[in-house]
Every structure is written in C-alpha cells, then in structure tokens.
C-alpha cells in the first residue's frame, strides 16, 4: 500500500501563489507516475499536471499551463505544484494520485491512478 499526504493549500487572492506538496510513503517503489487532479464544487475531477517519477516527462492541462508547475524529489518521494497567477476559477480541492501499474489509462484520467490523497482545499478569492 502507499499512502498519499497533501499539504500547502488555503486562502489566496487572485494573481497570488501556492504551493501544494503530496508525500508518498509505504510500498512507493512502483510508482511511476504522480498527478494532480482537482474538483471544483458541482464539476468533475479535472487533470491538472502529471510528471513521471523518472525522466523529465510533465504534462498540463492547458488551464494551467505557464501558471503551474509540477516537480519531484525522489529521495524525498514528494511531489509539488506551484501554482502562480492564480485566478478564481482555480478554486478547488487538488488530489494528488500516483499510479503504480495496477491500472490502465492515460495520464489524464483518473481510471490509471492507484492511490489517492485526501485532497487540500485552495480558495482564490477575487
């Protein structure tokens, strides 16, 4: 099992930033691929940015690309997204998820993805 722990959000006005971190722990020697996903309220899980835990592959949704950046570091087995020029339409509670092998997909759907965060909640107020 691998447990996922999300930090960083809160409360921020709009053109601010954020930095979001998801640590990994237990059995993370699979995980090949982390991601964030968000969930803003009556809407869908949304991709926001993916990176594999080798190589130098990310990937964005183009909501977020040139404001986001998603980075790793292995030996702490953590995951960031930096969020700048953050706009209202950003609210939402952000996931992070890894994928370990057991599912099929695409970076972007969440049906790849084996674990889950318990979400942190960020509020961009305008």
């Known amino acids: 099992q691998v447990q996922l722990v999300e930090s960083g959000g809160g409360l921020v006005q709009a053109g601010g930033s954020l930095g979001l971190s998801c640590a990994a722990s237990?059995?993370?020697?699979?995980?090949?691929?982390m991601v964030w996903f968000r969930r803003a309220p009556g809407t869908e899980l949304e991709f926001v940015a993916a990176i594999y835990w080798i190589g130098n592959r990310s990937y964005y949704a183009d909501s977020v690309k040139g404001r986001f950046t998603i980075s790793r570091d292995n030996a702490k087995n953590t995951v960031y997204l930096q969020m700048n020029s953050l706009k209202p339409e950003d609210t939402a509670v952000y996931y992070c998820?890894?994928?370990?092998?057991?599912?099929?997909?695409?970076?972007?759907?969440?049906?790849?993805?084996?674990?889950w965060g318990q979400g942190t909640q960020v509020t961009v107020s305008s």
């Open positions: 237990g059995r993370t020697f699979n995980i090949y691929l």
């Open positions: 998820a890894a994928a370990a092998g057991r599912r099929s997909g695409s970076y972007y759907g969440s049906n790849l993805y084996d674990y």
